[in-house]
């Protein structure tokens, strides 16, 4: 009896092997990967990682990124916004599909896609550069906490949250986000130039936001249209036009779905002190 079910469970092996082999061997053909964006930027590595591996297969002929994001840091939005370049590098075709707001950063990782769709009332725009500062000294003091930094520089602690800014700090701050700004222009300018003017794209450059109807208008976006158009435009620019559509699962670990974000971003977005390409009303 044991010797007829260790022969079963070996021929199960052996069958499982010799079919999962086959399986890995069957082309699965043309096909578009849909992949999404959603939520505060922070993490790029997600982002970066699944593209990476999308520009890699042969199969993958072009790539659908759903955005729905109101921005986030601004070395992350860069990051992602160059891991896109690559896959246009590799030849593949990059279709941004806007959802309900892309707007800040998350209009910075669209702007190097190969054609844009947003929806008549997609938010987006709001292209400028923020950080906050908040100063807890005052409730502070009236309930006896004092803080001291010992640092090795004066601006080491600059957006310390137990001490007001100084005047000196102030314009060294304006000094950077003005310089995260003009990357913020220049990146977008790099694809949109022919689309918009430097000068006007400074004119709505100033944190406002816009609906999708009038970002086509401006040239920011391509075509109103949403992520079925998007997905037939991939089609179309790839030359792929019978290849089928997926989308690359979401990798959520347990901590992300009980909390809404990994330990590592929920630092980030309660830390004080990046540069943010996020919208603000």
Do not use: W
Not at 96 to 101: C, E, L
Not at 109 to 129: L, Q, R
Not at 131 to 146: D, F, N, R
Not at 268 to 275: F, G, K, Q
Request: net charge positive; proline share 4%; aromatic share 8%.
């Amino acid at each position: 009896m044991k010797k007829c079910v260790f022969i079963t469970v070996l021929l199960l092996i052996i069958a499982f092997v010799v079919v999962s082999g086959f399986l890995a061997n069957v082309p699965v053909g043309d096909r578009v990967a849909i992949v999404r964006v959603s939520g505060v930027i922070v993490n790029p590595l997600p982002f970066v990682n699944k593209l990476e591996r999308l520009k890699a297969d042969s199969s993958v002929k072009a790539v659908v990124i759903r955005v729905d994001s109101p921005g986030g840091s601004v070395g992350a939005s860069q990051e992602m916004y160059r891991a896109i370049e690559r896959v246009k590098e590799a030849g593949k075709p990059v279709v941004v599909s806007m959802g309900n707001v892309a707007a800040s950063g998350g209009y910075y990782i669209s702007a190097p896609a190969s054609f844009i769709f947003a929806n008549p009332g997609t938010i987006t725009g709001s292209i400028g550069v923020i950080i906050q500062h908040v100063a807890y000294k005052e409730l502070m003091s009236k309930i006896g906490i004092k803080a001291k930094a010992i640092k090795t520089g004066k601006f080491k602690d600059t957006l310390n949250p137990f001490r007001e800014l100084t005047e000196e700090e102030e314009k060294y701050l304006q000094a950077t986000i003005d310089e995260a700004y003009e990357q913020f222009l220049s990146a977008i300018l790099k694809y949109r130039g022919d689309k918009i003017s430097e000068e006007e794209l400074r004119n709505v450059a100033d944190g406002r936001v816009i609906t999708g109807q009038r970002a086509k208008e401006l040239g920011l976006v391509d075509e109103l249209g949403g992520l079925k158009d998007a997905v037939e435009k991939a089609k179309e620019l790839s030359g792929y036009t019978k290849a089928r559509e997926f989308f690359v699962p979401e990798e959520k670990s347990f901590i992300k779905r009980v909390l809404g974000g990994e330990i590592e971003e929920l630092k980030i977005i309660n830390s004080y002190s990046p540069l943010f390409y996020l919208m603000s009303f």
